[in-house]
């Protein structure tokens, strides 16, 4: 990439190298190509999951959850769950909870005149998570606030060397940590006493059909709410960023019919990738032709995929990678967030119910006058090398009041 070619990234984490594409460090591999990430994650039966903490979980769990399964285990479990997550589902079946849920908290926001969007996006992004995961049982804005308390724990990383944190903090904290035991008692127990009564077309009644024991729905819960409710929450404030501060693409996206807007919320997505690495173990030795030559990574092996890096890839994406430009030609197979979404069998089965709830309840927000009152501060989370973004405050300009007689 050219050193004077456009850079609209936001989400440049410090410290974190963008090159070499391919980088093999005691027994880490380093992967920052998109050939490469793909490849990996394509990879049949090769790899098991090592991220988001799953090489911590312990057995005494039970049933794992599906982000951590892998092999015909992982395939079985995922074709069942499919259907909660398709895009015809999400459109007949959610669509109007969020359009209505949008409707009423953006008139909620505007009549405050300043608000903090990542307040709002929270609610909104808890309430319709909650409503594909089955947890309709509690107060929404106190599921909320406990599962902000509850993600703001400590993390860890899986080449970090360090063998505690991650899930087995998690379970630690089942046992008695209040954030998780909070989320339990309120939110995850009702939910599960109202399904053994009578099920519905939901994850939770879903895994009470598979014979899940409470723990292991809990993990389930914890794993679905932070896909579907944190990152989807950080993925509207990052759209919201751009689009405000870019006045043309903002016109652009309030004039487009929905395909062209889906297209513009997903390059968004490509440039700036809520989960920044992917983590894999190799299951076994493992062969790759990346850039011509052979990668030999063996059994045991972790291997970091940076996804920010393969978005950025200009042999993938073109020439500008760190431009914003939506609808740009990308290889076949490739879809327009690239790896933002994962690919392969851990491709994230929400990719649909994200991109629709945020063009809903941007399609509202963005129609009117609003103005950054307080740039939304970054923060890093070291599991994923994800980005959260807090404190931004946005106003509604109030208007000049009108004279009376003369």
Request: with cysteine; hydrophobic share 40%; aromatic share 6%.
């Amino acid at each position: 990439m050219s050193a004077d070619a456009p850079d609209r990234r936001v989400s440049h984490r410090p410290g974190e190298a963008s090159r070499p594409r391919v980088e093999h460090r005691g027994e880490v591999w380093h992967l920052r190509s998109t050939e490469a990430v793909r490849q990996v994650l394509r990879e049949r039966d090769a790899t098991t999951q090592a991220g988001f903490s799953a090489e911590q979980m312990p057995d005494s769990v039970g049933e794992r959850p599906i982000l951590f399964m892998d092999g015909e285990e992982h395939r079985r479990q995922r074709t069942k769950v499919a259907r909660f997550f398709a895009p015809k589902t999400v459109a007949n079946r959610y669509r109007e909870l969020m359009e209505v849920r949008a409707d009423a908290l953006v008139a909620e926001a505007l009549a405050t005149t300043t608000f903090r969007l990542d307040q709002l996006s929270l609610r909104y992004s808890t309430e319709v998570a909650a409503q594909v995961i089955g947890l309709t049982n509690s107060n929404m804005e106190g599921m909320a606030r406990r599962l902000e308390r509850l993600f703001a724990q400590p993390d860890w990383s899986p080449d970090s060397g360090v063998k505690e944190g991650g899930l087995r903090g998690l379970w630690r904290m089942i046992r008695g940590h209040t954030p998780m035991l909070a989320f339990y008692l309120a939110d995850v127990r009702p939910a599960i006493a109202a399904r053994r009564k009578v099920a519905a077309e939901d994850v939770i009644s879903h895994l009470l059909a598979e014979e899940y024991k409470a723990p292991a729905i809990l993990i389930e819960c914890v794993t679905y709410g932070a896909a579907g409710m944190a990152t989807t929450r950080e993925f509207i404030s990052m759209a919201v960023l751009h689009l405000l501060a870019d006045a043309d693409l903002r016109a652009r996206y309030l004039a487009a019919e929905e395909p062209e807007r889906f297209e513009i919320l997903h390059e968004i997505l490509r440039l700036e990738p809520i989960i920044g690495h992917l983590y894999r173990r190799a299951a076994r030795d493992i062969d790759l032709p990346v850039d011509g030559e052979m990668l030999h990574i063996r059994k045991g092996e972790l291997i970091d995929l940076y996804v920010r890096q393969a978005n950025s890839d200009e042999s993938t994406v073109g020439d500008c990678p760190l431009d914003l430009r939506p609808g740009r030609p990308l290889p076949r197979g490739i879809g327009p967030e690239v790896m933002s979404f994962g690919d392969g069998q851990h491709k994230c089965p929400g990719n649909s119910l994200a991109i629709q709830e945020t063009d809903i309840l941007l399609s509202r927000l963005l129609r009117h006058d609003l103005v950054v009152a307080h740039a939304p501060i970054m923060e890093w989370d070291e599991l994923t090398a994800g980005y959260s973004l807090r404190e931004f405050v946005l106003t509604v300009p109030k208007p000049l009041p009108v004279a009376v007689g003369g």
